[in-house]
């Protein structure tokens, strides 16, 4: 599941964002990273294992963008029964944004849909419109946004609470790759947003 959204995200850069002509050598990528496994309800909790291994993953991607000398990271982590909705707000409204910066914002968590709006669930039992998380992001003025979020927007009128962990394929975020993220994040600008699932499916 991790493998295919990020290959995801670097097609879905190449081939939606702008490029640029000239390297953002200066930039740094701002990453705020909420991690859903501790719900006040215990009954939504089914979950975390699932996005513990998820930060694992995103973690992995952005050592290797630090690593190899992509860019620097500065990395805001909320979890467990802080990532409530006014926490995740403020992380995103807070991290010091520079014009040439790069602006990572992952969820893992519960979402769902109702009046036919998708949602993301918070640990108090909030709620954040994912258009709202957008122009939270958008609103922070850097080069380059991009939200990904692992959470379902299956259940109409209500919260999707489907959760399954899949078998991680090896994947080397090294080497080779390089290269790779340095095109995609250096050159390019405005803003993606990548969902593990669309309107009625699970994450």
């Known amino acids: ?21 000239r390297a953002a ?14 719900y006040d309800d215990p009954g939504l909790n089914d979950i975390a294992p699932s996005t513990r291994m998820d930060y694992g993953y ?3 991607l ?7 000398g992509v860019m620097d990271v500065e990395k805001i982590l909320v979890e467990g029964r802080e990532a409530t909705r ?10 010091d944004v520079d014009p040439d910066d790069v602006l990572f914002v992952y969820f893992s968590g519960h979402g769902g849909m109702e009046g036919g709006e998708t949602f993301l669930a918070t640990s108090e039992g909030g709620y954040i419109d994912r258009g709202e998380l ?31 962990i899949k078998k991680q394929a090896d994947w080397d975020l090294s ?3 390089v290269e790779v993220y340095r095109n995609l994040f250096l050159n390019y ?5 990548v969902t593990a699932a669309t309107e009625g499916e699970y994450a």
């Open 25 to 38: 050598d200066a930039a740094t990528l701002r990453a705020v990273i909420v991690i859903e496994d501790d």
């Open 1 to 21: 599941m991790q493998v295919s959204r990020t290959v995801a995200l670097a097609v879905a850069i190449l081939s939606c964002a702008v490029c640029l002509d």
């Open 189 to 193: 600008e405005g803003l993606l947003y």
């Open 134 to 164: 957008e122009s939270m992001v958008r609103a922070r003025g850097a080069r380059l946004g991009i939200v990904l979020t692992d959470a379902c927007s299956s259940s109409i009128d209500g919260l999707g609470t489907k959760s399954t």
């Open 58 to 60: 995103v973690s992995k």
């Open 86 to 95: 006014s926490n995740v707000a403020s992380a995103i409204s807070s991290v």
């Open 62 to 68: 952005l050592e290797t963008l630090d690593a190899g």
């Open 175 to 177: 080497g080779a790759y």
